[in-house]
């Protein structure tokens, strides 16, 4: 955290906001589709069909995915692809990503997928929302709705009147796109946006979830992250807040986070010995710098390894 301009991986944070307040995501960012759905149904976030299909694809941190399905207000069942594309700047096989994947659930389940796309890069032109190619005979469109985060700008103020969770995580990727280099102005920032948490009269919960997604993102060195923790919990001493201060409660979080991680690289590290063979240094630097989801996705691929090439394949998928 040292470093400014150091990119956050937002994998983790945009997945578990979107589990978390799923029903509002799609109202905020496609309420058409929304208007659609049952909400007093259950839904149901289908993470084991989605590994299923994305298997094979590439991995990284640059966009997170979600296969969910909820119940039409008819009472059809609904498959939605939810796709967030995280990294800066635009990319050229995104539609064809789309479209495999769209593909890949109605090949494997007989069940077509309502597709859907957020777009938090930063270049105004690129707007994809189909994919489709043309040949003497056969030809193929298949179009996706897509929202950009970007658009958010000129409408700042009906974000700051929004209840909406969603209004918070975009208010804090705009600033956070927008304070790249200005360190204190993000510190400002990130100081009224988790103060506007409190002012909309959240519940705790609530906070801590939206803190977690605006703490992850917006990133400070380490002499303002300092200013920042004391200047934050002066605030929730003067709101004389009844539960332990919850940037604490976050704080020891991480910490448990970090602990599980380096449990889980001793583990796959003397798992992969076991079947591979022993690890040269390198290699297992290069093992001990995968994140948790990639150690978890490690500890499940290597039961099917058979030599020391498979590893090799496994990490230069990863990169």
């Known amino acids: 955290m040292s470093d400014v301009n150091e ?163 975009v208010m804090a990727h705009l600033k956070t796109q927008q304070t790249q280099k200005q360190p204190q102005e993000r510190k400002t920032w990130k100081f009224s946006l988790i103060r506007r948490l409190y002012d909309l009269g959240l519940q705790e919960q609530d906070i801590r979830n939206l803190y977690r997604f605006i703490d992850w993102v917006m990133i400070l060195p380490k002499a303002l992250e300092n200013q920042f923790w004391e200047e934050f919990k002066q605030f929730e001493q003067e709101r004389t807040m009844r539960y332990v201060t919850t940037g604490e409660r976050i704080g020891y979080e991480r910490g448990i986070q970090e602990g599980r991680q380096e449990g889980e690289q001793t583990i796959i590290l003397r798992l992969l010995q076991r079947r591979v063979g022993e690890l040269s240094p390198q290699l297992q630097q290069r093992v001990q710098s995968l994140c948790l989801n990639q150690l978890e996705a490690l500890g499940e691929a290597l039961l099917d390894f058979t030599g020391m090439e498979d590893l090799l394949n496994w990490l230069q998928v990863e990169e």
């Open 7 to 169: 990119r956050a991986d937002f994998d983790s944070p945009w997945k578990e906001v979107l589990e978390a307040y799923f029903p509002q995501a799609m109202q905020f960012f496609f309420p058409e589709t929304a208007a659609l759905i049952d909400w007093k149904r259950p839904y149901e976030f289908l993470d084991k069909e989605f590994q299923q299909i994305s298997r094979g694809a590439e991995q990284g941190k640059r966009y997170a995915d979600k296969l969910v399905k909820v119940w039409r207000t008819q009472g059809q069942e609904l498959w939605l692809l939810v796709h967030i594309e995280i990294q800066a700047t635009k990319e050229d096989d995104f539609t064809k990503r789309m479209f495999t994947y769209n593909f890949r659930i109605f090949d494997r389940f007989e069940q077509p997928a309502t597709s859907l796309a957020i777009l938090c890069d930063s270049n105004r032109q690129w707007r994809p929302n189909n994919y489709s190619y043309n040949y003497p005979h056969t030809r193929l469109l298949f179009e996706f709705e897509s929202i950009k985060l970007l658009d958010y700008e000129n409408r700042w103020t009906e974000l700051e009147q929004s209840n909406n969770p969603f209004a918070t995580v």
